[in-house]
C-alpha cells in the first residue's frame, strides 16, 4: 500500500494564486506607495518594499507548511520547490501588473496604478530588467523560506525572530526618535543578536528555569513580584521621559484602552453587543465641555476639571440607564443595531442647529480648562499621560475586582443563557442595567479627559467608527481578558498612531482583522481561558 | 420571590412606555402645530410624500436582501449596504465609457441601451460581491455563536467600503446626466420629477417581482422551507447550501438595482454612500418585521415617507431650526419606538424577544 509520495502541485499553486491575488490588492489600494517613504534600511529597503516581502514570506511559509502537514518525510527539496513556486507566483501577479501598466493606463480606474509604483516594483531598474530581478526576488525568498522551514525548529525560530525583528526597531526608531530606520550593519547585528540569543535561550531555558525554582522561597517570590508588579509599574510609570511624541502615542492608547475596558464590561463580561458606546463617550466629554468651558455662557457657574468630573461620569452612568431601559428585552442582533442607532442620535443632536445654543453644535466647545492638582498642571502630553494612567489604571482594577464578584458571575451567566441565568434566580434588570453603566462610566471619564487634553471638543470626534474602533481592539486582543483588552489596544491604536502614512488604511485593516480573527481565531490574541473554552466548544457542536 | 419580580418587570414596563409614551406625544404635539400654523402648501407635503415613495423603494429593494438572509440565516449582514454601494460605483466606470462615447447626447434609444448595461452590469457585481462575502466570510462560521457572524459582517463591510476607497479613489464621482431622466412629467395634474416616477414605478415591478419569485416558484418556496427550518428543508432534498448562495444572489442583484436607481436619483457615488442607507434599510426591514419580505416592502416605503415628511411635520411645529439636520436621528428613534412598542414590526412574528 506503500503510494509513492506525490509532490502536492494543486495546493501549492492554490497558495500561490491567494498570495499574488493579495500582493496586487496590496499595491493597487495604494498601501505599498504610501509606506515608501519610510525607510527601513535606508538606501536598500524602504517599509513598501518590507510589506511586499512579508507577503512573500507569509504565503511562502503558507505553503511549505501545507507541504510538511499532507505527508510525512517530505523531502527537503519539495519544501524548497514549494516555496520558489509560490513566491514566484506571487510575485508574476506584480510582474504582470507592471506590464499591463505600461500598456494601457489603469489609473482611469485604479487611482494608486501610477508609474511610481511601477518603480518600486522594478526596483527603479525599469521595466526590462526590473521584471526579471522581481521575479528573481520572489524565487529566492520562497526558496529561502523552504530551506529556512526545513531545518531543526530552533534555527527556525532564531532566523524569523531576527530577521522579523529589523523592521520593528527601524519602524519604532523612525516613528518616535525621528530616526531614519536602521543601517545595514545595524540590521546585521539585530539578526546576529536575536539569533544568537534565541539559539542560547531554546539550549538553555530548562537549566535557567531550574535554578528559579531551585532559589530559596523568599528569594523566587520576591523575584516574582519584581518580574510581575515592579518591572511594569517602572517600564509604565517612566514612560513620558521619552518624550513628548511617544507620550501623545500612548494618550491615545490610554484613551482607547479606556472605552476599551468599559465595552470588555459590556461586552466581553455580560455579552451585550453595543455598537453605540461612542455615544457615552460623547456625553462624558460634553459634560466636561459644558461644565467648564467659559463660552458656555448660559450657565452662571464654571467649575474645575475635578469638579467637573463626577458630573460627566454621573452623566454617563444616567444615559447607559436611558440606554438600558428600553433594549432589556432585545437580545443579540437587535441590540447592536439600537445601540447603533443611539450612537448616531447623539452625534446627530451633537451636530444640530437645534442644541448649539447649549452644546455648540458644528462648532464645537473650545477653552476648556486644563487640570491641575496645586501647582502641577496637566498640560502637556507627558502629564495628560498620568491622567490616563491613573483612569485605566482604575478601570483594570474595578473590572479585575467585579469579575470574580458575585455581580461579575452574573454577567458572564447571563453572556451564557440568558434563560438559565434567569431561571437560577439572577436578575436580568438589575444585572444588565449595571452592565451599561458601569460600561458608560469608564466611557464618561475617557471623554472628560480627551476633552481636557484636547481643549475644545467637536462633533465630528463621536463618530461611529470610535465604537468599531473599540470593539475591534477588545475583540482582537481576547474579548472578556483585561491583558488581552491591553494587547488589542497597544496594537490597534498604538500601532497605527505611530504608522501615520497608514492612517488613511486604518479602517481597511481593522475590517481585514476582524475577519480574520472570527475565521481563525475568535477568542482573540491573548483569549480569557474560559470564553476560549466555550467558543471551541460550540464550534465544534454546533449550537 | 415571585412578587418581586412581577414587580420588577411592571417597572421596567412602565418605565419603557413612558418613553414611548413621551416621544409619541412630542410627535403628536408638533405634527399639530406645524398643521395649525399653515407654513408649508398641499402641494409641497405632495412633494415630499412622492420623493418619501422614490426614496422608500430604494430602502425596501434593500431591505429585501436584509430580511431575506435574516430568514434564512439568523444574521444581520451588515456588509449588504456596503453591497449595494459596490454596484453602482463599479458600474461608473461602465457609465463614464458610455458618456465618452456620447450615449448620453440626448438620443432616448441609445440612454436606454446605455442605462440597461448600466444596470446589468451593477447587478452583477453586487451579485458576485454578495457571492463571495457568503463564501469567504460567512459560510465557515455558519455554526458559531450568533455574535461571531455579526462581528465579522461589520470587519467585511468596513473592508469593503475602505478597500473601495483604496483602489478607486476617495472623491465624490459624478454620475453622466442623463437626459430623458431629467424634468418633469404631469400626471394627474400633479408635476412629478421624472427620476422619481422611474424609480418608484422600477422599484415597485421588482418588489411584485420578487414576491412572485418567493411565492411561487420552486426555488422560491425551498426558500421558505429553509427559513422554516434548515435541517428539516436538508431531509426533505433541499441542498440547503444552494439555497443560501440564492439568497445571497437575490438580495445581491436587488441592492445592486436599488443602488442604480439611488444613483440615478442623487447622481454621485462615494465609497461611503452604502453605509446610511444600509442602517436604514435594516431600520425599514425590522419597522415592517425582520424575516417578511411583504414587511419589508411595506417598511421601506413607510420609512422613506416618514423620513421625508417627518423634519418638517414634527420638527418644524417645535420650532427647532434646520430640522433636515435631524431626518437621521428621526429614523432611528422610530426603530427604537418601534421594538418597544411593537417589536414584530408591523407585518411578522415576534423575533426581537424570542431566544435570539
Not at chain 2, 427647532?320 to 417589536?343: E, G, K, M, S, T
Amino acid at each position: 500500500m506503500n503510494e509513492r509520495p506525490r509532490f502536492d502541485w494543486l495546493s501549492a499553486i492554490k497558495i500561490g494564486l491567494l498570495g499574488g491575488g493579495v500582493a496586487l490588492f496590496l499595491c493597487l489600494v495604494g498601501l505599498i506607495e504610501a509606506s515608501d517613504r519610510r525607510p527601513i534600511i535606508p538606501g536598500v529597503l524602504s517599509m513598501g518594499q518590507t510589506l511586499l516581502l512579508l507577503t512573500l514570506v507569509l504565503f511562502a511559509y503558507l505553503a511549505v507548511r501545507q507541504a510538511k502537514a499532507n505527508q510525512e518525510n517530505v523531502p527537503r527539496a519539495w519544501l524548497v520547490l514549494s516555496g520558489t513556486l509560490v513566491g514566484l507566483m506571487t510575485n508574476a501577479f506584480l510582474a504582470a501588473l507592471v506590464l499591463i501598466g505600461g500598456w494601457i493606463d489603469l489609473r482611469a480606474v485604479f487611482v494608486n496604478a501610477s508609474p511610481a509604483l511601477y518603480d518600486i516594483l522594478t526596483l527603479g531598474l525599469g521595466t526590462g530588467l526590473g521584471l526579471i530581478v522581481l521575479l528573481l526576488i520572489g524565487a529566492v525568498v520562497g526558496a529561502a523560506i523552504g530551506a529556512t522551514l526545513s531545518l531543526a525548529e530552533s534555527y527556525q525560530r532564531a532566523i524569523l525572530l531576527g530577521l522579523g525583528l529589523i523592521p520593528i526597531i527601524a519602524i519604532l526608531n523612525s516613528a518616535l526618535f525621528a530616526g531614519r530606520g536602521v543601517s545595514i550593519l545595524g540590521a546585521i547585528l539585530i539578526l546576529l543578536v536575536t539569533a544568537v540569543s534565541s539559539l542560547l535561550w531554546s539550549r538553555y531555558q530548562d537549566r535557567v528555569k531550574e535554578r528559579i525554582e531551585a532559589l530559596p522561597p523568599r528569594q523566587h517570590r520576591s523575584l516574582a513580584f519584581g518580574v510581575r508588579w515592579i518591572l511594569p509599574a517602572a517600564v509604565v510609570l517612566s514612560f513620558p521621559i521619552l518624550g513628548a511624541y511617544p507620550s501623545e502615542v500612548m494618550n491615545e492608547v490610554g484613551r482607547f484602552l479606556l472605552m476599551g475596558l468599559g465595552l470588555n464590561i459590556v461586552v466581553g463580561f455580560a455579552g451585550l453587543l453595543d455598537l453605540g458606546y461612542v455615544a457615552f463617550f460623547a456625553i462624558g466629554a460634553y459634560t466636561m465641555g459644558v461644565l467648564t468651558s467659559p463660552e458656555m455662557t448660559w450657565l452662571p457657574f464654571h467649575l474645575t476639571f475635578w469638579e467637573a468630573l463626577p458630573f460627566a461620569m454621573i452623566m454617563s452612568v444616567l444615559s447607559g440607564f436611558i440606554l438600558g431601559i428600553p433594549v432589556l428585552g432585545m437580545r443579540g442582533d437587535y441590540l447592536a443595531i439600537v445601540t447603533l442607532g443611539f450612537g448616531e442620535i447623539i452625534q446627530r443632536l451633537a451636530i444640530s442647529d437645534w442644541l448649539k445654543p447649549y452644546i455648540g453644535g458644528s462648532n464645537g466647545i473650545t477653552l476648556i480648562p486644563k487640570a491641575a492638582i496645586g501647582p502641577i498642571r496637566f498640560d502637556s502630553p507627558q502629564t495628560i499621560y498620568y491622567l490616563f494612567l491613573a483612569g485605566c489604571v482604575l478601570a483594570a482594577f474595578i473590572s479585575q475586582r467585579v469579575k470574580f464578584s458575585r455581580l461579575g458571575r452574573a454577567w458572564m451567566a447571563l453572556r451564557e443563557d440568558e434563560d438559565v441565568a434567569e431561571a437560577m434566580g439572577i436578575d436580568l434588570v438589575r444585572t444588565k442595567l449595571m452592565a451599561f453603566a458601569t460600561g458608560a462610566a469608564f466611557a464618561g471619564l475617557s471623554g472628560a479627559i480627551f476633552a481636557s487634553k484636547l481643549a475644545s471638543i467637536y462633533p465630528h470626534s463621536f463618530h461611529l467608527l470610535i465604537s468599531i474602533n473599540v470593539l475591534c481592539l477588545i475583540i482582537v486582543g481576547g474579548i472578556g481578558n483585561i491583558p488581552g483588552v491591553i494587547v488589542g489596544a497597544l496594537f490597534l491604536v498604538g500601532l497605527p498612531e505611530i504608522l501615520r502614512e497608514f492612517a488613511e488604511y486604518r479602517l481597511l485593516m481593522y475590517g481585514a482583522a476582524l475577519v480574520m480573527m472570527m475565521l481563525l481565531r475568535p477568542e482573540g490574541l491573548l483569549p480569557e481561558a474560559r470564553r476560549r473554552l466555550e467558543l471551541h466548544e460550540e464550534m465544534g457542536a454546533g449550537d | 420571590m415571585l412578587q418581586r419580580l412581577k414587580r420588577r418587570l411592571s417597572w421596567t414596563t412602565v418605565s419603557m412606555w413612558a418613553i414611548g409614551g413621551a416621544i409619541l406625544l412630542v410627535v403628536i404635539v408638533g405634527t399639530v402645530l406645524t398643521l395649525s400654523s399653515g407654513k408649508y402648501k398641499a402641494s409641497e407635503w405632495l412633494d415630499l410624500t412622492i420623493n418619501g415613495l422614490a426614496l422608500g423603494g430604494i430602502y425596501a429593494l434593500i431591505a429585501l436582501g436584509y430580511t431575506l438572509v435574516y430568514g434564512i440565516l439568523r444574521m444581520i449582514n451588515f456588509a449588504h449596504g456596503d453591497i449595494f454601494m459596490a454596484g453602482p460605483f463599479a458600474a461608473y466606470f461602465v457609465a463614464v465609457a458610455f458618456d465618452n462615447a456620447d450615449y448620453f447626447g440626448g438620443d432616448a434609444m441609445l440612454e436606454i441601451v446605455a442605462l440597461v448595461v448600466i444596470m446589468v452590469f451593477a447587478m452583477l457585481v453586487s451579485t458576485v460581491l454578495a457571492i463571495l462575502l457568503e463564501r469567504i466570510a460567512y459560510r465557515p462560521l455558519r455554526r458559531a455563536p450568533r455574535l461571531i457572524p455579526l462581528i465579522t459582517a461589520i470587519g467585511a463591510s468596513f473592508f469593503l467600503e475602505y478597500a473601495f476607497r483604496g483602489l478607486f479613489g476617495s472623491g465624490v464621482k459624478s454620475y453622466p446626466e442623463v437626459s430623458i431622466l431629467t424634468g418633469y412629467w404631469v400626471i394627474l395634474g400633479i408635476r412629478i420629477l421624472r427620476i422619481r416616477v422611474v424609480v418608484i414605478v422600477a422599484a415597485i415591478l421588482m418588489l411584485v417581482g420578487l414576491y412572485v419569485f418567493v411565492q411561487r416558484t420552486k426555488v422560491g418556496k425551498a426558500m421558505q422551507a429553509v427559513s422554516e427550518d434548515k435541517d428539516t428543508a436538508a431531509l426533505m432534498g433541499i441542498d440547503v447550501d444552494r439555497i443560501i448562495v440564492i439568497t445571497f444572489l437575490v438580495g445581491g442583484a436587488l441592492a445592486g438595482a436599488a443602488g442604480v436607481l439611488y444613483v440615478l436619483m442623487f447622481r454621485q457615488v462615494t465609497f461611503i454612500m452604502g453605509f446610511m442607507p444600509g442602517l436604514k434599510a435594516f431600520t425599514a426591514a425590522v419597522l415592517g418585521g425582520i424575516g417578511n419580505v411583504v414587511g419589508a416592502a411595506l417598511g421601506g416605503f413607510f420609512l422613506g415617507i416618514a423620513e421625508s415628511l417627518f423634519p418638517n411635520l414634527v420638527l418644524d411645529g417645535l420650532g427647532i431650526p434646520a430640522p433636515y439636520q435631524l431626518r437621521d436621528a428621526l429614523a432611528f428613534v422610530l426603530l427604537i419606538l418601534i421594538l418597544i412598542f411593537r417589536p414584530t414590526g408591523i407585518v411578522g412574528e415576534r423575533l426581537a424577544v424570542k431566544k435570539a
